[in-house]
Every structure is written in C-alpha cells, then in structure tokens.
C-alpha cells in the first residue's frame, strides 16, 4: 500500500482524476487529495472525498491539529501525482512559485514525482509551456505525456488527459524497484496459428496471458522489453515493443534475430508442434464426407535457441502439460538446455489456459523446484521474475 499525495489542478480534465482515484483507492492505496481553488470549480472537494475514502485540502493557512498542512502532507506521502497539471501550475512549479497549497506541498515534496499536463494544444504547444515541462523534468518529475486527440473546446491535437490505466501504470512502474534496470528480457506470449487455407488454421488454446504479465511486470522493474506474441485479444503492455506474429515459423525467425539482444528470454508463447503439410491457395470446399489433413512437425523454436545461445544468457522455457507434470518438464530442462523451466498442469480448469490464475512449478537447472501456488498470473509473473534474479545474475 502506497500513501499518495494526488494534486488536482484547474483544468476542464479535473474530472478525469476521479477516475484514477477511484481506481487507487479501489487498490487499497492511501491517498490524501490536494485541489487548487480553480480546480474545485471544474470538481467539488466533496466529489473526490466520497470517490478517493480520504482527506481533501484546498485552503493552506489553517492546521492539522496544530501542524502546518503542505509541510505535513509533503513529508506524509511516498509518491505525489499531480493530474491534471494546468499550465498554469506548471509555471509556478517550474519557478519554485508556492502560493497556494499545491504549489506549497509540490515544492516540499521530495519523494517520487510524477505529473500529467494536459490543456489546449496551443497552451500546450506554445514554448514556454513545453520549456515549464522540460523545467519539471530536470527536477525530477517524471512526466507523463498528454495524448493527442479531440480536446474538450473542439479543436484537434496534443493535450488530451491520457488514459486512467496508462496513469496508474505509471504510478506503479515508479513505486516499483527497478531490480531489472538494464536487463534485456526477450518474451514470447500467445498460441501460434498454422494455416490450412485462406480462411481456416489449427491452432491452440493459448490466451497469452501469462507471457503478458511477464512482460508487463519485466517492463515495470525496469527491464527493456520484447515480446514476440502470436494472435491474441490481450492489449499490449505500456512501455513493452511487441513483435506481432502468426505462424510457428515467423515466430522461430523472430525469436532467432531477436535472440543475441536479450540477456533473459522467456519463451511463454503455446507453439504449435505441428503444421499443415501444404496450405491450399483457395478455400477448401465442402465436398467430401471426409477430409484428411496430413500435418508435419514444425521446427523446435528452443532447440534451435539452444544452438546459438551465448552462454551468459539466461534461458527460461515453459512445459504445459496434462500428464506426468514433473517428469515432462524435467526431460524437457534438460534436452533443451534450459537454465529454468515453469511447467504448469493444463488439464485443471481453474488455471493456466484462459484463466487469469496460474499455479506453477519451477524446476532450476541445479534441481531445484519450487512450488507457486494458485495465484493471480500477474502475481506469479513477479515471482517467476524473483525466481530468474536469484538463480541468473551474480550482478542483479
Ligand atoms: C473552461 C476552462 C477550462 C480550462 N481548462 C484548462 C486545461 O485543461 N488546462 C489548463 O492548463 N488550463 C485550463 N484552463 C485555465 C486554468 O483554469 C487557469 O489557468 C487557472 O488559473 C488554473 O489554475 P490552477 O493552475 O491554480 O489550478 C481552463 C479554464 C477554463 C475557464
């Protein structure tokens, strides 16, 4: 749980916030909310006290049982978010300007910084603003950008409040310590789909969701991040490059040009074992009762990485299976060369395929296992992550 200082200047996007508070708060996260005079005519104090279950301050000179309120508030909280941040208050903060409660708290504040500007584009676009934001930057704030859309007065282009998860995602991937700072993390996520003509594929029940979550939470420790996904109805993780692929095929030649990048690869991703011998060029037609489909294996996407790995890369495989859990991944470690493997039990219903719960077993090149139990995937991904720093990197 994070105590958050969350600032709400005098923009038309105040309501916006609301949205992101409730969803903190939701969280179970502390907040205490600090609103300009001009912000709680866009939004009342009353409004963001119901949503956020906290304090609202707007008035400085008076007391919380004796103590001053912006040195007391600023010291109180982890992390500050300002959003909206109007123009107007980025000015005052780019020149050290306290003169109201915001500005106050802002410019006591020492802790993790993070603000969203959002206003007209041309208030936005005009120099001085953009030469504020820049101020802020170099004094520590982390700056989230405004997106570029219709805006509320009609008009069209950069300024627009940006979406409450991208916010919160933000807030996280700062409260969250970067142990994976520098680290290169190649993930592959989703089933691969082997065409059989233009219109039908074989393919498998993979939701990408676990290779999701890895990339979602290497990216939020500080990792740069590739993922090499095949089709899924997952959106992609902030901060993560996704490569887009179909085929088994396409995505053996991505992961092997991608390979030598990584430090870490994770392969997550449900790779079809087998393909359509010949992909017909026009739609097969319902003619026959019957129709046979020869298939042909497809080439073992580890065990070409193996080939060509650098020995201090870290190498992570995933064994799904439905029968003889332990004895599968631990042939599969071995004949792959894998430095870590995360097998997980397919048959049971309440986890792995689809699920957003995961149980899993990971099995250590030393022979190790560790046991996780039924878990959130985003949970189990952090671990997974824990499991690969402890047993990988000397200099982690
Ligand atoms: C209807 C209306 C909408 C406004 N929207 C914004 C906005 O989105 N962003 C912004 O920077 N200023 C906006 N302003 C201007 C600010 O409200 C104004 O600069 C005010 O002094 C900001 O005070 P504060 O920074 O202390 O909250 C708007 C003004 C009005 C009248």
Known sequence: MAKILFGVSGGIAAYKSLEVVSALRKRGEELKIVMTEEA???????TFSVVGKCPVYVEPFQSIEGSVI???ISQWAEIMVIAPLTANTAAKMACGIADNLLTMSALAFNGLKIASPSMNVRMYENPITLENIEKLKKNGWHIVEPESGHLADGEYGKGRYPKAELLIFEIDRMLTPHDYEKKKV???AGPTREAIDPVRYVTNRSSGKMGYELARAAYLRGADVKLISGPVNIDAPYGVEVLNVESAEDMKRAVLKNAKWADIVIMAAAVADYRPAHISTSKIKKTSDELNIKLVKTDDILKELSKIRLS??????FAAETDDLLRNAQKKLKEKNLDMIIANDVSRKDIGFDSNYNEVKILCKDGEIIS?????KRLIAHNI????????FKEF
Not at 40 to 46: E, G, H, I, S, Y
Request: no cysteine; charged share 15%; aromatic share 6%.
């Open 385 to 392: 992550l824990d499991t690969i720093k402890s047993q990988s």
């Open 372 to 376: 996780l139990q039924r878990n959130e």
């Open 70 to 72: 912006h040195t007391t």
């Open 40 to 46: 709680t005519k866009f939004v009342a104090p009353l």
């Open 186 to 188: 190649l993930i592959t």
């Open 312 to 317: 201090s890369q870290f190498i992570v495989g």
